[in-house]
């Protein structure tokens, strides 16, 4: 038989996490946990030892962590991912000798057998890994295996032989000449927490002048910033801030004829004054810009971009690149469509051109250029269109130099290439979520989203809307739907956004029935929205911020659990701190239209409560004080009130006191 | 940005069936169909070809099966194996332009667009490809685009265009260039049929004598096959038949003290008389070994020998290579111990001796030694206190030349090891099967098996009873248990065994209380049966297997199912073929003490039964029919009549009239 690694026999397989067999990397955040298990065994019965290797990438030298063992032969450790940046993950296990000797020992010590051979045995073991010891370690193993094999009381012996510290001091030197290491090394991108932990607010810079008629300037934004930041959020997202192109410009209602004062679609992007790396003049300069983003730092709020990588028809590219475009035989340049929708104002890359190279080099030149502005936070406009080695060499490379850089991926497409995307490198993702409205459907979403393998990697992005998505269930909800909407994507996504002053206006006029679409969409025109009007919900927006921030279990997602309740019409779940410090109890009324009331039956061993206690359930919405007890209580919730409790639970028993 | 493989745009992930990455095989028998299974999916909407790549190993070109789009991205294709050894499989995907403007150009006719650059478009499309056709093919797609071009009415040139006919004509040359073949060539291992139907008899020749006192011969053995065959048996498995050792051989009960006529136990393997190339001269020559193969052969049984990879004190491979065994520091061999058991007349090899590529080269001779003699089926004893490795490289160096040979693992050890010791290679594996007596765990283990990816590799073979193994069931229950877990075995798995004539005979008495060995056990001492007892199992037993062989559904496992009872001391269950012609429904008493009754639920869905047709149920045990109708019927199952029914479902309606 031909020679390889047959001496090693240790197993290590089905390691957890673990992306498609290692080829993407899991995602954390600094200061998270990286929890790591397999499956770890050799042959016959001998005593093992695993540990978990990790180290920074361009760190040489790993860190070694042992590993403990579970059940069943599953194994279990940790390190925790503590700077940006990428980080490697591995595992090594071999075979303990000695602590095969200690345990077998033991047992023929037990039935009284004779052991004398056995002690011989036990010292030649010691004396084994004495070569590899630090000068006082060799001395102790020495002295240890001279006892064993000296004249004297068996009784001091075995108990020298059978010495816990004795064991842990030969495992420090273990032969591991044979040991096994994982085939894989595995990757962790570790981002920063607004990866994790984000609330988003998407608005229309050509809509902020103060007065009806103008086209909004970056300084008029300036002035809208603590207005947002009174609300609580902590991104403002812009649609592009490009020049955008006249060929084909869209008017009101995406009409094809565009009205001399018509702004045109932002996405359009490119004209005579420049394209991706400009700034559309009726906006300001990018001074003005800049200026903007440090405005907008001192309220805490930081400004994202959009990132559309397509052209109008006067974008300079297709002057100075035309063979980065697809042409028709007719001469004509191809025009994005999605048949029979056309949109002449917007033209694709040729991803396949065969300058390729060249192309994908402008477009990464792109981000970098608004990085060098100091924007770290992209929103990607439809990368499920474009191909997923390019997203995945542009995000790699950009996060090398800059892995504070955040990407939100706007791929609303089937689900495979939404968790493809997510895996290849963006760091949030757009979800479902705003079709999601009964019981069955959000519980089982989130479940799949929080619970299972899916969220090493996809950290989702909640958006109740957007300018291009006025659900039904807004269109014909009211005010309670909105309310609704927002509470459950606060509090079901530790990142979510809104679409303002859309949403807190509560608009929801579509186009036409059966349409999600708005009426005079504000993409197509510059809109005057009245911030001040009194059925805002922009005071319960900022309580809700405000209850995100002030509670931790509300800035991730992995804790969510879904509970019981009689009536379908009501949902009930909780997210909590580790330590359960912190525990938020949600229960929401998903009908905008009646009461609706019915048994929550809580699994109050998962949130740390004595099922004998009473414990506090404190409403942050409208702060009022319930004390239940046990695993079933009643709630009755009138949406026209508030469609909603969210609750703070404390409890004297079992985890502490946290009464306040 | 480099170059790569930047322009193969499709994605192939979650390949099914995959063990581990790729690393180990799956498992088919002869004739058997690889259903496979991945997620394909490219950027954007284009529509997409899939082919499933399979080959014999060492035949260079592999043979293309398209795949078929199901939901969600998820594509199907299937092969099947038609020869012993191995055989490749992997994927290739692809955009198709051609058929994604078909589906446009439909959407803009439909619309009423102006389609002429459209048709242009797609002349040109047809163009590409013709460079890759036939002659004959390369006319068609010039006429075609000739049509799409020249001068004419519309609704000709949109009838051509849209030919499905043309969209094959042109997806036989499609532009491969940027295809995307999947990164991992898979392996299916080719066993033969019996690799998965099998129905093994365990029986100790030294005891095969037709006189008390006697030692056994393999002459007597042969008198003995017609008794075997008449049970229906198809694998005649002997315990070693190899020179016993005498050395510190055990006597009756596994006393220290071996009298002067004990035999010893087989497994303690070697003496003067020779080691595993040699047969224990009282049972006969190799000669007479040899016949005895023959013999059974003309009886439609294939003898099984026992590997067991270990030696008396007086084997030969003790003096000849003394570096391959342990040595203790008092210069005596380390005998096989389990603290504080020891067995002292068995020696294990040193695995890990520095000579173990030729101790591993001598092991695999032996079982190249009793190939030679015309044996193809082993069982392997205690596979897993042997290194993985080993016995990787030696069941795959063995399959080479001889996939016709079956490796049964006979390892009762932790979960993981015994999946491993699957993957690695062993045919069959022995299971948790005699230890699993209630309802809830027969239905999650034999789902765990037969449903999860497990079965790809792991082939279970169930065992009631083994010379080591006398359950407590069996204890207990009497010889209502017997029949119980015959049947059971029987009918859960396609391959299943007993030891006999200890089974037949309801051998039930435990060495002590407590205890799983048997009082008296045949392993130490030279037993005689009596085989006409009026009370055998033989006939029982004979029928069971006869109802195997004329029932295809109880000849592979995939097919079980589990059913509702309302009473859990039943169990029903049941097995069909993909056709559904033939369906075997299994109800067992599982309380050997009491007459239980209750509630059937049968999923006639699952059956293919018309819910509103009677249907016909046929005992195959009692030769008794009953017309059931709908899902719920009555059962009442005496365990000392008979603790089960085997019904054939028979239906009119649906698939076919299988009435006889």
Not at 329 to 337: C, H, I, N, R
Not at 496 to 510: D, H, K, S
Not at 622 to 637: E, F, K, P, S, T
Request: charge should be negative; hydrophobic fraction near 35%.
């Amino acid at each position: 038989m031909q020679s390889g690694n047959e001496r090693t026999r240790v197993v290590i397989e089905s390691v957890r996490p673990e992306v498609d067999a290692g080829r993407f990397p899991i995602k954390r955040i600094v200061g998270e946990k990286v929890v790591v298990e397999a499956d770890v065994f050799a042959d016959g019965h001998e005593a093992l030892s695993c540990v978990l290797l990790h180290r920074r990438e361009g760190t040489p030298r790993w860190t070694e962590v042992p590993m403990e063992p579970l059940v069943n032969d599953r194994w279990r450790g940790e390190f925790t991912v503590t700077e940006l940046g990428r980080y490697r993950y591995t595992l090594q296990a071999w075979i303990e000798p000695f602590q095969s000797w200690q345990r077998d020992l033991q047992k023929k010590v037990d039935a009284g057998q004779d052991i004398s051979v056995e002690l011989v045995v036990g010292a030649e073991l010691l004396r084994s890994v004495r070569s590899r010891a630090s000068a006082d370690d060799k001395k102790q193993l020495e002295s240890a295996a001279a006892t064993l094999t000296r004249k004297g009381r068996a009784e001091r012996k075995v108990h020298v032989a059978l010495d816990e510290q004795l064991a842990k001091l030969v495992a420090r030197y273990s032969e591991r000449r044979f040991a096994t290491t994982y085939q894989r090394e595995l990757t962790v991108v570790v981002d920063r927490e607004r990866a994790r932990f984000s609330t988003w607010y998407e608005m229309f810079p050509h809509s902020c002048a103060p007065k009806p008629g103008r086209h909004g300037t970056f300084k008029d934004c300036e002035e809208r910033l603590a207005y947002v930041a009174a609300m609580g959020f902590d991104v403002l997202y812009l649609p592009p801030i490009h020049p955008v192109g006249h060929t084909h410009r869209k008017g009101k209602n995406n009409s094809p004829l565009a009205g001399a004062k018509d702004p045109g679609s932002p996405w359009a992007i490119g004209s005579e004054e420049g394209g991706h790396k400009a700034v559309n003049p009726l906006l300001g300069t990018l001074e003005d810009f800049r200026r903007l983003m440090d405005k907008a730092k001192e309220t805490d709020i930081e400004i994202a971009l959009d990132i559309s990588f397509q052209c109008s028809p006067d974008h300079p590219y297709v002057r100075e690149h035309p063979e980065w475009f697809r042409w028709r035989p007719d001469g004509t340049l191809q025009y994005a469509e999605n048949p029979p929708k056309k949109y002449e104002d917007i033209y694709p890359f040729d991803f396949e051109t065969e300058d390729w190279q060249e192309l994908w080099q402008e477009l990464k030149s792109i981000v970098l250029f608004w990085i060098e502005q100091g924007v770290r936070i992209f929103r990607v406009d439809n990368p499920h269109t474009k191909p997923f080695d390019f997203w995945e060499r542009l995000i790699d490379e950009v996060k090398r130099d800059y892995p504070e850089v955040i990407f939100l991926s706007e791929a609303f497409t089937r689900p495979k290439i939404m968790y493809r995307l997510a895996k290849l490198g963006f760091s949030q993702s757009y979800t479902y979520f705003a079709w999601r409205n009964a019981n069955w459907e959000l519980s089982q979403y989130f479940t799949e989203l929080t619970q299972m393998d899916v969220r090493e990697y996809f950290r989702p992005n909640l958006w109740p809307n957007t300018p291009d998505i006025l659900t039904e269930y807004l269109q014909s909800g009211g005010r309670p739907a909105f309310v609704t909407r927002l509470v459950l994507a606060a509090t079901l996504g530790a990142s979510y956004g809104i679409y303002g002053p859309a949403f807190e206006l509560c608009e929801n006029r579509p186009r036409q029935r059966g349409s999600e679409e708005y009426l005079d969409a504000e993409k197509y025109e510059i809109k005057h929205w009245q911030l001040d009007r009194p059925d805002s919900l922009k005071d319960f927006i900022a309580r809700v911020n405000r209850i995100r921030k002030e509670n931790p279990a509300l800035q991730n997602d992995w804790s969510l659990s879904f509970h019981q309740v009689d009536n379908e019409q009501l949902i009930c779940y909780s997210k909590g701190t580790e330590d359960l410090k912190n525990v938020i109890v949600v229960v929401v009324n998903l009908d905008p239209h009646y009461t609706q009331s019915g048994w929550v039956e809580l699994d109050l061993d998962k949130l740390g409560v004595d099922t004998h206690q009473p414990y506090e359930m404190h409403d942050l919405l409208a702060d009022a004080r319930y004390l239940w007890q046990g695993q079933r209580n009643y709630v009755d919730i009138n949406p026209h009130v508030v469609p909603a409790h969210i609750f703070r639970l404390r409890t004297q028993t079992r985890r502490g006191k946290d009464f306040e």
